[in-house]
């Protein structure tokens, strides 16, 4: 068991939910939202306990909505304006605040833990409240203050296919390196739409280039993915060098081109490395 904690948080943006329902769940372009200080979550939960027969024979569990609360720098009118429901005039540059007309939102972000692991996160729909400001007068301190903002969070209405459930939020450990994570955040992520990592298979040796003298050895390590694969050893001039298990001896002047290779799927993937073999001197 690996023991780590979490330790650092970046790279917050939001999404529109444009569409939840059976048919489908869809959202819009993702933005930047704010620079993030930190992120706390809390889960509405209860457990409780039936009785029968003088006995406690059924717990009943119940799982309520996500309060996230994110300490953030001060978030620009149009984003703020967007997220609560709010008016911005682009035209002047002014946010008005009236009766909200709030809508439904996913947010991202990533967090990191301590042995260096990140995770990315999507929380999938919730709803944004007016947030905390304080202003202060200033002085001759450093001191500043940034915004505080809750997101409540719920499940999607949409049941996706992978799960034949709806979903609160999606979260990958970047560390195991079994997702394909290029596009995360340049859209919405959901258990549909998240891809197992698509690595070719492929060897490397550490020498491209190597020289031996006649009658010595030198040793070639490979480098595989997978890295299980059996590796198998050649010389195309055994009259010069020979190899064994990667260990190259040389026989007589000359060169010979050493190959590994290994075989996935039915496909063969090779690397080379040229020896040159050297007269003993003297």
């Keep these: 068991?690996?023991?780590?904690?979490?330790?650092?948080?970046?790279?917050?943006?939001?999404?529109?939910?444009?569409?939840?329902?059976?048919?489908?769940?869809?959202?819009?372009?993702?933005?930047?939202?704010?620079?993030?200080a930190e992120i706390s979550k809390s889960t509405e939960s209860s457990n409780e306990a039936h009785y029968y027969d003088n006995l406690p024979a059924v717990v009943v569990s119940?799982?309520?909505?996500d309060e996230i609360t994110?300490?953030?720098?001060?978030?620009?009118?149009d984003v703020l304006a967007e997220i609560t429901g709010q008016y911005y005039d682009d035209t002047t540059g002014?946010?008005?605040?009236?009766?909200?007309?709030?809508?439904y939102f996913a947010i991202g972000y990533q967090t990191k833990t301590t042995d260096g692991d990140v995770m990315y996160v999507w929380r999938l729909k919730g709803t944004f409240n007016i947030?905390?400001?304080?202003?202060?007068?200033?002085d001759d301190g450093t001191d500043a203050n940034g915004q505080e903002i809750t997101y409540t969070g719920i499940s999607t209405t949409h049941k996706f296919t992978k799960t034949n459930s709806p979903a609160k939020a999606v979260t990958v450990n970047t560390g195991l390196g079994l997702a394909d994570v290029s596009d995360f955040f340049t859209s919405v992520q959901t258990p549909d739409s998240i891809q197992s990592r698509t690595v070719t298979p492929s060897i490397a040796l550490n020498q491209?280039?190597?020289?031996?003298?006649?009658?010595?050895?030198?040793?070639?390590?490979?480098?595989?993915y997978p890295a299980d694969a059996v590796v198998?050893?050649?010389?195309?001039?055994?009259?010069?060098?020979?190899?064994?298990?990667?260990?190259?001896?040389?026989?007589?002047?000359?060169s010979a081109v050493i190959t590994a290779s290994i075989e996935v799927d039915g496909q063969t993937y090779t690397d080379t490395c040229t020896v040159t073999v050297t007269a003993v001197e003297g």
């Excluded at 994110?70 to 009118?77: G, H, K, L, T, V």
């Excluded at 905390?132 to 200033?138: I, K, L, P, S």
């Excluded at 010069?240 to 260990?247: F, I, K, L």
């Design 1 to 36: 068991m690996k023991i780590y904690e979490y330790r650092g948080v970046s790279g917050l943006v939001y999404a529109p939910v444009t569409q939840d329902d059976s048919e489908g769940f869809v959202t819009g372009t993702v933005k930047p939202l704010a620079g993030v």
């Design 208 to 224: 491209a280039t190597a020289s031996v003298e006649a009658g010595e050895t030198i040793t070639l390590t490979a480098t595989t």
């Design 131 to 138: 947030p905390d400001q304080t202003n202060a007068t200033e």
């Design 70 to 77: 994110i300490s953030a720098s001060a978030i620009p009118f």
């Design 94 to 103: 002014m946010f008005v605040e009236k009766e909200r007309n709030p809508g």
């Design 232 to 254: 198998t050893w050649s010389s195309n001039a055994e009259t010069y060098a020979t190899v064994s298990g990667g260990v190259v001896t040389g026989v007589a002047e000359g």
């Design 62 to 65: 119940s799982t309520g909505s």
